[in-house]
């Protein structure tokens, strides 16, 4: 029928393994249009709130020296740095050696969330299929991700050190403490080319290389220790791509070798994910899925038991951060009392020894503050029970003889008594610490007792959210302002000058921070009351409305 | 015969939506009820409001007796429900959900459940993380199948299967069905309500268009029909009941009415057929006939 040579495009070129690496960089910028510029404009403005919160805390050069005392501790370094330059301290030397930090942990934390982003969660659900089945080469997904971090840090480190030059520092310390955070993006991307390998989950690939995060978080802390103290494993700070780039010691020697270390690590981690990643099918990990029982264990059989099961994994986890944090921040007790001698008095206040009492003053802010993490728990569970339900895994609980209340009541009843489970744990963690730092064994009856006493606060926060949860499901996001409103009262009372009747609107406000201050029965039986009718009228509300989910 | 299901006028809304609307129901006890309709007829709320997870806005449901919404609990003991879109607990593994649900229904026969496994080709060892959405379905089959219940509510039950899951979840239907036990099968995959299902309700937009068994309906749509004959049989086309006439090659094409087909053989006789194809409908066909229109509207506006 017809004459003309059927038109054939006939492949060009023989394509690489990073071939169509530019179509996904292009591709993943699109997709980041707003994520890019939040990671890359929210560093410099967090270490921008520093520098402003810097000037008011410190406004002439003896509160400036007073914070000495407290920087110079070993807490002053496990949450700090080495301090390198703070017997001579100047704003931007405290800046980049206490605050720093933090921002370091942030880019390290943008670094590997980027990878895992765009290359496992990507392969685990199913897009990257689609793109690879293009004309889209076996390392090219991999490449355009570390290309993009990288972007992204060169992004961060340039953007800090303009804004810390236009604040008046000196320009070359500036653009190395710029460089520092970057070089921590870079060395976490290169960790996660490799944990996403690993596994064929993205969470666990995250879960690894956060692990990481923290591991350099601690080591580091430890070296810095050490250094502040003139004695014990100094090195340790060596071992951490946190360290390193804390050991350029920005506008004290301004050494930037430390970040060659950096970037050979981050080099070698990312060849690591190369050579791994052609070892591996798509779509699997390294570490193959291990298999679970082929039948339940025998108690798995009611409505409490199986809510008990579902946030098993969640509690044993919580239990153990609030161990080692409540170990921690114990050990630190006696340090922080010789630390304080010094400091400035809205400090102190903050840090809650206003009546005097530093000690008492310190373990009872401890126990808000856990009380405060708690209550994250619980808001956390009941947010859970919201995904059960809109994922579509209650409907088919529900359609057994389990009634709805039992089933909101029975993950009511386990998040109800992981509470004080984890208030125990933390308060048990920090007397432990308390006690062998001050060597006043009483400690840990204080603290046990103070922090327990918080549970009918997190109670009520629980009784409130799961309400929410049960009548208006799309406001639970709302009780984040509870516990935000806690913290704020909790911590800056002092300083923001409330008024009584305004501050006792937090549910933390009323039992009293023991030891500093008495425990308030009257406040202990009335939030239980009160968290008791709020879980009452959850459940009732509950049995009243349909059921979200599905199509 | 006593209804499992018997459903009057049944209405919801979501919102500005109708989601049900004056939708009746029957399903005898001990029959295999097949519930067609499109995607977003409603059939799986209609499942829903049975299983007391929504509450209607009017209208009166009764489920083995009793009130889905109020007798919730109760009735939950005596039924199966499957849905079309299993979701399982990323870290509990097949077998602890297949287990778990038999205990929350209230127990179930461990030998008749690693019967299913072994049938259905499962490994209950395996998270549920890590299961395709047809392993998901079969842990919520066996689930339902393996427990000792009268009435089985299955949504869409088999739309993960392979074929040849699909012919051993035929088998366990019969034998669900030889046990004496009810089925309400809601499927937009015709050819699984048509081998399975005693009576058929056609669902669209809310309301129940058709209802009755197999045989009932093909009255009321039209056979197929090719024949070739001796004499040409243009005139057919003037018969009550015949519609769209053609003839290509000596041979002649025409649908006619189910109720008019004894008048149009007796005529192909006289015109000396040499050869004829009569075709039943299909359910692809019953379905095309109510939602024709919408089809030849606008072929893919389907809502999901």
Request: glycine fraction near 12%.
């Amino acid at each position: 029928m017809t004459a003309t040579t059927p038109h054939r495009t006939t492949p060009v070129g023989t394509g690489t393994a990073v071939t169509g690496t530019g179509n996904l960089l292009r591709f993943m910028l699109r997709r980041d249009r707003f994520r890019l510029p939040a990671w890359t404009l929210g560093l410099p403005l967090l270490m921008t709130y520093f520098a402003a919160a810097l000037d008011t805390i410190a406004q002439t050069p003896e509160d400036l020296a007073g914070l000495t005392a407290f920087t110079s501790s070993p807490a002053g370094a496990l949450f700090g740095g080495p301090g390198f330059g703070f017997d001579d301290l100047t704003i931007e030397r405290f800046l980049a050696g206490q605050y720093g930090l933090y921002v370091l942990l942030g880019a390290g934390l943008m670094g590997l969330l980027t990878v895992v982003r765009h290359t496992r969660t990507e392969e685990r659900t199913g897009r990257a299929e689609l793109v690879r089945a293009n004309v889209v080469g076996r390392h090219a997904q991999l490449t355009a991700a570390l290309t993009l971090t990288t972007v992204m840090a060169v992004l961060v480190a340039l953007l800090i050190g303009a804004m810390m030059t236009s604040r008046g520092f000196d320009a070359g310390g500036s653009m190395l403490f710029g460089a520092s955070v970057g070089a921590v993006a870079l060395a976490f991307a290169g960790i996660a080319a490799v944990t996403v390998q690993l596994s064929e989950y993205p969470r666990a690939a995250s879960g690894t290389a956060g692990t990481a995060l923290g591991a350099a978080f601690v080591l580091r802390g430890l070296g810095d220790m050490a250094a502040v103290q003139g004695s014990g494993p100094s090195w340790l700070s060596w071992l951490s791509p946190i360290g390193w780039s804390q050991q350029t010691a920005a506008y004290v020697h301004d050494r930037w070798w430390p970040l060659a270390i950096a970037l050979a690590f981050a080099a070698t981690t990312a060849a690591t994910g190369y050579v791994l990643s052609a070892r591996r099918d798509f779509g699997a990990g390294l570490v193959p899925p291990r298999p679970g029982p082929p039948r339940a264990a025998s108690w798995l059989a009611g409505p409490l038991t199986f809510a008990f099961r579902l946030h098993r994994a969640s509690l044993i986890g919580w239990s153990a951060a609030l161990l080692v944090a409540g170990v921690a921040y114990g050990s630190f007790t006696q340090p922080l009392l010789d630390g304080f001698e010094n400091a400035p008095a809205d400090l102190v206040e903050v840090m809650g020894g206003g009546s005097g009492d530093l000690l008492a003053g310190y373990l009872g802010m401890m126990g808000l503050t856990m009380a405060l993490v708690v209550g994250v728990f619980a808001v956390l569970a009941v947010q859970s029970l919201r995904a059960e339900e809109t994922e579509g895994r209650t409907e088919p609980v529900l359609a057994t003889s389990v009634s709805r209340a039992a089933w909101i009541g029975g993950h009511l009843a386990v998040v109800a008594l992981g509470v004080p489970w984890l208030l125990l744990v933390a308060g048990a963690g920090m007397g432990v610490g308390a006690a062998a730092s001050t060597g006043d064994a009483g400690l840990l009856g204080d603290l046990l007792v103070g922090h327990l006493a918080h549970t009918p606060a997190v109670w009520l926060v629980l009784g409130a959210a799961t309400l929410l949860y049960a009548a208006a499901p799309r406001m639970l996001p709302v009780i984040w302002v509870v516990l935000g409103y806690g913290l704020i009262a909790g911590y800056f009372a002092p300083i923001l000058e409330l008024p009584e009747n305004v501050l006792r609107l937090s549910p933390f406000e009323h039992v009293g921070e023991y030891p500093l201050e008495d425990v308030s029965v009257v406040a202990v039986v009335l939030l239980t009351v009160l968290a008791g009718a709020l879980a009452q009228a959850a459940v009732s509300a509950f049995r009243r409305r349909d059921l979200a989910g599905g199509a | 015969m006593t209804a499992a299901i018997d459903i009057h006028h049944l209405d919801k809304s979501f919102g500005r939506v109708k989601a049900l609307d004056g939708l009746d129901l029957r399903v005898d006890a001990g029959t295999v009820h097949g519930f067609l309709g499109p995607n977003g007829a409603g059939k799986s709320t209609t499942i829903r409001i049975l299983l007391g997870l929504l509450r209607a806005d009017g209208g009166r449901a009764r489920l083995l007796g009793g009130d889905p919404w109020g007798d919730a609990v109760a009735l939950h003991r005596r039924l199966a429900y499957v849905p079309g879109d299993v979701e399982l607990w990323p870290n509990l593994t097949g077998g602890e959900a297949i287990d778990l649900f038999a205990r929350l229904r209230g127990g179930t026969d461990p030998v008749r459940r690693d019967e299913l496994c072994q049938r259905f080709d499962l490994d209950p060892s395996k998270k549920g993380r890590t299961y395709s959405k047809g392993n998901r379905q079969k842990v919520a089959l066996i689930a339902a199948l393996a427990s000792d219940v009268e009435l089985l509510l299955l949504d869409e039950p088999t739309a993960g299967l392979d074929p040849l899951m699909e012919a051993v979840f035929q088998e366990c239907i019969r034998e669900v069905k030889d046990a004496g036990r009810t089925v309400l099968l809601s499927s937009h995959i015709l050819a699984q309500v048509e081998v399975l299902a005693d009576q058929i309700s056609i669902i669209r937009q809310g309301k129940i268009v058709e209802t009755g068994s197999l045989t009932e309906l093909r009255h009321l749509t039209r056979t197929s029909v090719e024949a070739v004959t001796d004499r040409p049989a243009d005139g057919l086309a003037n018969l009550a009941g015949v519609h769209g006439l053609r003839t290509a090659d000596g041979q002649v094409r025409f649908e006619v009415d189910g109720d008019q087909l004894a008048v149009v053989v007796r005529e192909l006789g006289d015109l000396g057929v040499q050869g004829l194809t009569v075709r039943p409908p299909t359910l692809e066909q019953l379905l095309l006939r109510h939602y024709g229109d919408r089809l030849v509207g606008n072929g893919a506006g389907e809502v999901a």
